[in-house]
Structures are given as structure tokens and as C-alpha cells.
């Protein structure tokens, strides 16, 4: 994440129809800071749901095996947020996110969601309109 890039984005703006995992991104000045994680969704389909979770690794290999910061399952779209305390996980170095849907009506449509998930760190709004 570069210093002046708030927020930053951890997923773009994305059409998904499947599970999936978006990029890693080098947290660099942010590691063991408090971060909040914004999910939009923008588009949806009835009877579906979005489960985003935020995955950490202090080598862009290893990902463990929980995740740092869960979104629960989300059926409307939407904004909502949660918060990523990195204070007691300095050794985290990269963060990505990942997706899990899921569609429960009868018909044969693939889940669909529009979102995308945006970091930054806390306080970092309001230090922007002090300034």
C-alpha cells in the first residue's frame, strides 16, 4: 500500500460468478497498524449470498489458516466494514481477499455480486479533513 494511496484498494471493482481470490498487496508502512476494510456490493441476484474474508501472510506464500478479518454473509447490497488490527501480528506483510458464494434457488442461474473491498488506516478520514 503506498503511503498517499488511501484507500487503497484490495479488490477492485469486480463481476463474480464463482469463489474466488483476488491479488496481494505489500501493506509496507501499514504493517501492525489498525486498518478498517470497507466491502461495497453493488450488484446482486435474489437468494444468494457473499462471504469475503481477508487473508494474511508474512511471506506472500503461507496464508494460515483463519483469517485476519471476516465479512459475514451478506444477501443486499451495500457498505459495510469492519476492523483489521494488525498490533498484535507485525510479522503480517501481505493481505488478500477472498470470496465465497453461495445460491439456494431453484433455478439454474450462477450466483452474481458486484463489489470490491478498499483498506485504510483508522483515523485516516479524519486526519484527511482536519488537513
Do not use: H
Request: proline share 7%.
Amino acid at each position: 500500500m503506498e503511503e498517499n494511496m488511501l484507500p487503497t484498494f484490495l479488490l477492485p471493482e469486480s463481476i463474480a460468478r464463482a469463489d474466488g481470490t483476488g491479488p496481494e498487496f505489500d501493506l509496507g508502512s501499514k504493517r501492525g497498524k489498525l486498518l478498517v476494510l470497507t466491502l461495497e456490493i453493488t450488484r446482486i441476484i435474489e437468494q444468494e449470498s457473499l462471504e469475503v474474508l481477508v487473508w494474511g501472510s508474512p511471506d506472500g506464500e503461507k496464508w494460515g489458516f483463519q483469517p485476519l478479518a471476516v465479512f459475514p454473509p451478506k444477501f443486499y447490497c451495500g457498505v459495510y466494514s469492519v476492523l483489521l488490527n494488525l498490533a498484535a501480528k507485525p510479522e503480517i506483510r501481505f493481505v488478500r481477499v477472498a470470496w465465497k458464494m453461495s445460491r439456494w434457488s431453484k433455478g439454474e442461474t450462477l450466483p452474481m455480486f458486484g463489489f470490491y473491498v478498499y483498506a485504510e488506516e483508522s483515523g485516516a478520514r479524519l486526519s484527511a479533513a482536519v488537513a
